[in-house]
């Protein structure tokens, strides 16, 4: 990592830069990711971040649970908290579990299945207008937001599937993601991949994302406001004390 700073950095160049001495040192850091097949971005990066967190940190094996507590340059830049509360729907207790990330990977199945649904409920009544019709349609791309909305947004547990301690009895619940801690830097990870149990595809819908991305509607602090002014008007008592609503503005570094 250290040569390819100097090196990027310390020459004035037309073309590309390839870290090929970063490339072999992690083939040989992970067999996995070794040979020329392509590879997973996402993976990689995971292995990356671990790896530079392992060589820049004191922490012992035993503690590396810690990562709160961690002062690496790693945790420091891009660790954040996820939060996951449930609530069940017989006597409403609820229930509140804590986890750390280093990024957020967001679901495309669901977004790619509404937007057919939508372009199939939106057919002409003859053949030939409801091809021009989806064939309008499906440039059109996949909002950002609207992922990170189905992310945040509530999902019903079946009672199989949920054990309330207070009932003591599986009763049916509500669970509900949202952003404790956001990190200084925020990679999201798209899964363009579905697998099924004898294959697995790749969904090419395009994404369309915004140079800068407001984060405070999918955090712990807006959904708990949201949910003190149910039945007021929108907006009103969450600003901040000059009257602004407040904001979390992420501005694009990268896309790969």
Request: hydrophobic share 40%; proline share 3%.
């Amino acid at each position: 990592m250290d040569e390819m700073f100097q090196e990027f950095y310390s020459y004035e160049k037309a073309e590309g830069y390839g870290a090929v001495g970063m490339l072999l040192g992690s083939w040989m850091g992970a067999q996995a990711l070794a040979g020329h097949k392509q590879q997973d971005a996402h993976e990689y990066m995971q292995f990356i971040l671990n790896s530079l967190h392992l060589a820049n940190s004191d922490t012992a094996d035993d503690e590396q649970h810690k990562a709160a507590d961690c002062e690496c340059v790693i945790h420091q830049v891009f660790y954040g908290t996820l939060q996951s509360t449930v609530t069940c729907s017989n006597c409403h207790n609820v229930t509140t579990a804590l986890d750390p990330i280093m990024d957020l990977s967001l679901d495309l199945r669901t977004q790619v299945r509404r937007k057919r649904l939508a372009q199939a409920e939106g057919k002409a009544a003859t053949a030939a207008a409801a091809a021009a019709a989806a064939a309008a349609g499906s440039d059109e791309p996949i909002n950002l937001q609207s992922c990170l909305e189905r992310f945040t947004s509530a999902e019903k547990l079946a009672a199989a599937d949920y054990a309330c301690r207070n009932c003591d009895s599986h009763q049916a619940a509500e669970k509900r993601l949202s952003v404790q801690t956001l990190p200084p830097v925020l990679p999201i990870h798209l899964k363009r991949f579905e697998h099924s149990k004898a294959t697995s595809s790749k969904l090419d819908a395009k994404i369309a994302f915004p140079l800068q991305l407001d984060m405070y509607p999918y955090t712990t602090r807006w959904q708990r406001q949201s949910r003190q002014q149910i039945g007021s008007e929108a907006g009103e008592g969450v600003g901040k004390a000059d009257g602004r609503a407040p904001t979390a503005i992420y501005e694009l570094s990268s896309v790969v």
